[in-house]
């Protein structure tokens, strides 16, 4: 059997420091994870177990670009870490999480907010806040049996020089192993998969021009250009 169009290019992020890459097969993306953040948007840390919607992994891009997207007059920056699995599975215990888990990046969840909020008035799917081209700047990854598994560690997002969010790995609501058992009782998690863990508090809008310097103690630095 032949395709009848050429098969889209497989997703991908570089490995650092290799000329290897790590195949992404989906992305999932949870929702409010620190509580200062969920404050912002309105919304009681305290009551919500945790939520999940999805970018394409064709939304990843590497090249320190983020083109201003059509549609929208309030494009937010969030920080997050990434985690990278190596394998997958159902119903995953808690504590046999981290053995799935193949590395870590650092991306931004790039969010249409004006359109998000639009949906969420509706009752609409997130999509067209979330999962448009381009909205998933990130960083090469790294391997786990290099770097371990950060816990706690600042995370931070400065734009133009100036500090726009703070946190720590410390402050997720749902940690990495929390994250993986839980989406794994909705969905079969997947070599390939990876996840965005969420956004400390400080999203905001930015402009053409702006200069993005994301960083996660212990995983790197994220440099974006909005053009
Ligand atoms: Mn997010």
Redesign the pocket.
């Known amino acids: 059997m032949s395709y009848v169009i050429d098969p889209p290019k497989q997703a991908a992020l570089p490995i650092k420091g290799t000329d290897k890459l790590f195949p992404v097969h989906r992305i999932y993306?949870?929702?409010r994870n620190y509580a200062d953040h969920a404050r912002e948007m309105g919304h009681d840390p305290n009551k919500e177990p945790p939520f999940f919607f999805q970018k394409n992994p064709n939304n990843l891009r590497t090249d320190g670009l983020f083109p201003y997207p059509p549609g929208t007059k309030d494009v937010h920056f969030?920080i997050?870490m990434i985690v990278a699995l190596k394998s997958g599975g159902t119903n995953i215990k808690t504590e046999d999480a981290l053995k799935h888990v193949w590395g870590y990046g650092i991306g931004l969840?790039m969010?249409r907010r004006d359109l998000q909020g639009k949906a969420k008035d509706l009752g609409r799917p997130w999509e067209v806040g979330k999962a448009f081209e381009h909205s998933a700047p990130a960083t090469a990854l790294l391997p786990a049996e290099k770097i371990g598994h950060p816990e706690t560690g600042a995370i931070w997002l400065d734009v133009n020089g100036k500090r726009r969010q703070t946190g720590d790995l410390n402050q997720m609501i749902w940690d990495v192993p929390g994250q993986i058992a839980y989406i794994s009782t909705l969905f079969e998690l997947r070599a390939g998969d990876i996840i965005?863990t969420?956004?400390p508090a400080g999203v905001g809008a930015i402009v053409k021009g702006d200069k993005l310097h994301g960083h996660v103690d212990g995983v790197g630095d994220l440099e974006v250009t909005v053009v």
Do not use: L, N, Y
Request: contains cysteine; hydrophobic residues 20%; glycine residues 20%.
């Open positions: 993306c949870i929702g969030e997050e969840d969010t965005m969420g956004t």
